[in-house]
């Protein structure tokens, strides 16, 4: 320890520094940029789950035919065109297969 405190105080680590230093800073950044990165990619995995809950919810509300696309949409958080939509696929899956 006593040889690293030496060195450090007789400045004889000053040209390792200099020359390591964007590499440093660059594995630095590297690290930054990957843990957003990771962070950015749960976030949106979790949305898209969130998505397709509420999805899967809509197709369900509408099987029951007791709400409008309008409280099906408000309730769930979704656009009514995306509550249209679902519904127009549920009608064509549920005539091609009769």
């Not at 594995?27 to 969130?50: C, L, P, S």
């Not at 998505?51 to 979704?78: M, P, V, Y």
Request: net charge negative; proline share 1%; charged share 35%.
């Amino acid at each position: 320890m006593a040889a690293v405190d030496d060195a450090i105080n007789d400045r004889l680590l000053d040209d390792l520094f200099k020359e390591q230093k964007q590499g440093v800073l660059g594995k630095m950044f590297e690290e930054f940029d990957r843990e957003i990165y990771e962070k950015t990619i749960r976030n949106e995995g979790r949305e898209e789950g969130a998505q397709q809950k509420a999805i899967e919810a809509a197709k369900n509300l509408l099987r029951l035919n007791t709400l409008s696309f309008e409280q099906i949409a408000d309730s769930l958080g979704l656009p009514v065109e995306t509550v249209e939509e679902i519904a127009k696929n549920q009608t064509h899956v549920l005539s091609s297969s009769q």
